[in-house]
């Protein structure tokens, strides 16, 4: 019967640093290698349709997940919401990426380098390895990284320092937008109730609501190490340009 498939079994147990989960990250970094060659590779038009179609895809994939859970009347909205950052950025995938925009993009950048790749490191999946739960976890935060390295580098979206403030505050926006949501359902969105049952870096962080504050001070850091990058892209690019500019007047001179 379909509903003994393991593919659609919702019980099947997660273990972080499993096989299961080293091989999901063995498979991720080729992709990401893939993603961020062909962004140098093919032309603007080609890299704004590999980016469509990769945005559908991860849309496709939260609302299949949550059409088989509603086929198999396990749906419910203390837990099944896509208000997740990660859930509501794949959700929303096909709008935030549809266009090149440099600020919704440098929201979207530091949001999901700071916060999608610790949940790969320390995933909390909604099942094990076959089930469809397992896969929809690694589709979405695997491929928003891929699909936000592609776009920076498809489309040249350098984020600015400045950045990281506008994307903390939006973060405390969307804090107090999730508040009455989790205590009219009783929910645990964005763990503002709760740590996550697997482990995670909040295991850390001391008791509620201790480990919020913690976290909400360690986002700034995490945001800075996303920029990091970025920094030394442009410090790079700068000392480049200094070095040609040096090169070019001395040829003159000669």
């Known amino acids: 019967m379909l509903s003994s498939n393991l593919f ?5 147990p997660f273990t972080s640093f499993s096989i299961s989960h080293l091989g999901a990250v063995v498979v991720f970094i080729p992709c990401l290698l893939v993603f ?13 349709l ?3 179609a990769a945005s559908i895809f991860l849309s496709l994939t939260v609302l299949g997940w949550t059409a088989i859970h509603l086929a198999y009347d396990r749906f419910e909205a203390a837990f099944d919401l896509p208000l997740s950052i990660c859930n509501l950025f794949a959700v ?7 266009q090149p925009n440099r600020k919704r993009f440098e929201i979207v950048y530091f949001f999901v380098l700071a916060g999608t790749l610790q949940a790969i490191i320390t995933p909390d999946p909604d099942g094990g390895f076959p089930s469809y739960g397992f896969f929809k976890y690694w589709f979405v935060h695997c491929g928003l990284v891929a699909i936000v390295v592609h ?9 600015q320092a400045r950045g990281i403030l506008r994307t903390f505050v939006w973060l405390n926006i969307y804090i107090l937008f999730l508040i009455p949501i989790n205590l009219w359902l009783g929910s645990n969105y964005f763990y503002m109730m709760n740590k996550p049952v697997n482990p995670s870096l909040l295991d850390y962080f001391g008791p509620w609501p201790i480990y919020i504050l913690i976290t909400e001070c360690l986002a700034m850091v995490f945001f800075a190490v996303a920029y990091l990058p970025i920094f030394c892209t442009r410090k790079l690019r700068t000392k480049m340009a200094t070095i040609d500019h040096t090169e070019t007047r001395n040829l003159n001179r000669g």
């Open 8 to 12: 659609f079994s919702n019980d099947i």
């Open 36 to 48: 961020a060659k062909s962004a140098r590779q093919l032309n603007d038009h080609q890299n704004l």
């Open 50 to 52: 590999l980016t469509r």
């Open 92 to 98: 929303a995938a096909p709008i935030l990426f549809w």
């Open 151 to 159: 776009h920076l580098l498809a489309f040249d979206l350098y984020p």
